[in-house]
């Protein structure tokens, strides 16, 4: 069995900063693309950044220069560092990792989210 757990939410106010932590454990191969997502009320649910096993983090144009994706390939964890939060990022966060169980098998996690609230 595999599981995703996130971590790091909370109250912030706007211009400051917050890590979040994403850290996948079980039954696993191999796990390749990890992102951040994250979804306000009453909208989509949209990528933040993502993070291949090898490769370059790609994010979204709202948060280029604020938000910084990283992972430890040794520990399954990815996390997101963010600074210059502003009110309208108040969203629910969510991780996802696309991996390969150890039977070979594909699957895309997600995690129940945490919450960022960035107010004064």
């Known amino acids: 069995q595999v599981q995703l757990v996130e971590s790091g939410g909370d109250l912030v106010q706007p211009g400051g900063s917050l890590r979040l932590s994403c850290s996948v454990s079980?039954?696993?191969?191999?796990?390749?693309?990890m992102s951040w997502h994250r979804q306000a009320p009453g909208k989509e649910r949209e990528l933040v950044a993502s993070?291949?096993?090898?490769?370059?983090?790609n994010y979204a144009d709202s948060v280029k220069g604020r938000f910084t994706i990283s992972r430890d390939n040794a520990k399954n964890t990815v996390n997101l560092q963010m600074n210059s939060l502003k009110p309208e990022e108040t969203a629910v966060y969510f991780c996802?990792?696309?991996?390969?169980?150890?039977?070979?098998?594909?699957?895309?996690?997600w995690g129940q989210g945490t919450q960022v609230t960035v107010s004064s």
């Open positions: 993070i291949p096993s090898g490769g370059r983090a």
């Open positions: 996802n990792a696309d991996i390969y169980t150890i039977a070979r098998t594909r699957d895309y996690l």
């Open positions: 079980g039954n696993i191969f191999s796990i390749n693309v």
